[in-house]
């Protein structure tokens, strides 16, 4: 599915990716584990395109995604789904609308339709329908947690990258992720990709 050829990054003097070798299965959860400031999240951000290479490889598929023009990364881009480490859920929209903010984009998509598309994903996170209009500040660490991922659901994606995603959370919340993580794995296929520094 994905395969990093002698993959770097520098910001100035600094290197941070020093030529990474990685490939992730298809279907499979890889998990990266390092320190803080290591350079995980920006390896991360350079597989979905966010921050480019200095030089190396990104392969999705066996095609080369740093060499595409931008119309066919677009394409790559759709297959990728990302759980940001803190959620990044927006405090001013309530669960309903931080789920549903890029079909409610789509004008052509009825209300209903879209509804019940959060609806179902919701579920598959394991939260009811009475925190559809609740706001990130009436939740929990881990249902925000949870929000953020239903929200990279949406979109179908066939790899998902998580960055840090059990960061402050309880060990028994922790988890309780961990567990929802596997499971969206073996129900949807999903290649998964964990960036964390806790073993």
């Not at 993959?7 to 030529?19: D, E, I, M, S, Y």
């Not at 990104?58 to 677009?74: A, R």
């Not at 790559?76 to 549903?100: C, H, M, P, T, W």
């Amino acid at each position: 599915m994905i395969e990093l050829v002698n993959l770097r990054k520098q910001f100035g003097a600094k290197q941070v990716t020093k030529g990474v070798n990685l490939v992730i299965p298809d279907g499979k959860t890889t998990c990266i584990i390092g320190r803080s400031g290591e350079g995980k999240s920006v390896l991360l951000k350079q597989m979905i395109g966010l921050i480019p290479p200095t030089s190396g490889k990104i392969l999705v598929n066996g095609v080369d995604v740093t060499q595409v023009s931008e119309k066919q990364f677009q394409h790559y881009f759709k297959q990728f789904g990302y759980v940001f480490q803190f959620a990044a859920l927006l405090d001013s929209l309530n669960v309903f609308e931080n789920i549903a903010i890029t079909l409610l984009e789509n004008k052509r998509m009825q209300h209903t339709d879209v509804l019940n598309i959060v609806k179902q994903k919701l579920a598959l996170v394991n939260l009811s329908e009475e925190t559809l209009y609740k706001y990130p500040s009436e939740l929990s660490g881990g249902m925000k947690k949870r929000v953020g991922l239903a929200r990279t659901l949406v979109s179908n994606p066939n790899i998902i990258l998580y960055d840090e995603p059990t960061t402050g959370l309880d060990p028994i919340t922790s988890r309780v992720i961990h567990e929802l993580i596997r499971d969206m794995q073996v129900k949807l296929g999903l290649t998964s990709v964990i960036v964390t520094h806790d073993v």
